[in-house]
């Protein structure tokens, strides 16, 4: 059928439920904060990996890229009430997709074929796996949040000196496909002040204080790399058991379970 202006249709962001990518320093809460989402599912992407003390989640447990199409592909066909999907967590996810590369290729390593080549081919399964999980929302109208670790890296700014920030740990390549396909990047830290202290003989000193409050930031800064689609404002404090309250507020409703 011939494109005309005849065929345009209204839409808004608010007809689809969110892809969250939440990160952030060590031992912070943001499994804690993922399992406020509307009943959340946890899909374990590596050993070790458990949901938090204190709370009781449902889980899938996936090992494999096979395992992991199994388990998106159950939820978007199979009757359930959860609401919220949780990849836990992305570093788990890129393994299991570096995995794939190699079988696909008969690679003992992802870095066998050189020139970034590994890497570049992973990327392509990565956006198989993006499909799914858009997939998944647009078919079972679910939120999906994705848990990942942070790394510090350096950022050569084309307008400044370069200077490092955080970012999600994973290879630039797959960093990049994440970031671009969700609605909000949640960094989460403690926050501190920085206080110089006069050490004598002209000599000042540093430290760091406070850093006991958790903070969800929402938009880039310098520091880190953060963003949403839903006009949050820059920093949110989290606070156990009402982070995703502080969220929900500027999020589209969330649908009633079948």
């Known amino acids: 059928m011939a494109i005309s202006l005849k065929s345009l249709k209204r839409k808004t962001a608010a007809e689809l439920q969110p892809i969250f990518t939440i990160y952030g320093v060590p031992k912070v809460g943001k499994s804690s904060l993922a399992a406020e989402f509307p009943r959340p599912v946890f899909i374990q992407t590596a050993e ?84 799914g999980i858009m997939t998944l929302r647009r078919e079972r109208h679910m939120a999906i949040v994705q848990l990942g670790h942070c790394d510090i890296s350096r950022f050569d700014s084309p307008s400044t000196d370069p200077y490092s920030r955080y970012r999600i740990n994973l290879h630039k390549d797959a960093a990049d496909i994440i970031e671009a396909n969700s609605d909000v990047i949640a960094f989460v830290n403690f926050k501190a002040s920085i206080k110089k202290v006069d050490a004598g003989f002209n000599k000042q000193l540093t430290h760091a204080e406070g850093g006991g409050t958790r903070w969800i930031f929402l938009e880039e800064r310098p520091s880190h790399i953060a963003g949403n689609r839903f006009g949050m404002p820059h920093e949110l404090q989290f606070k156990k058991g009402e982070g995703y309250k502080a969220l929900a507020k500027f999020l589209p409703p969330v649908p009633e379970a079948a």
């Open 48 to 131: 070790g990996e458990s949901v938090p003390a204190g709370i009781e989640a449902e889980t899938l447990e996936v090992r494999n890229y096979g395992e992991l199409c199994e388990a998106i592909g159950a939820l978007v066909n199979e009757e359930h009430q959860f609401g919220t999907a949780i990849l836990d967590s992305t570093t788990g996810l890129e393994n299991i997709i570096r995995a794939e590369a190699c079988a696909r290729n008969g690679w003992k390593s992802v870095e066998d074929p050189g020139y970034g080549k590994g890497y570049k081919m992973a990327a392509q399964i990565f956006l198989e796996y993006i499909d």
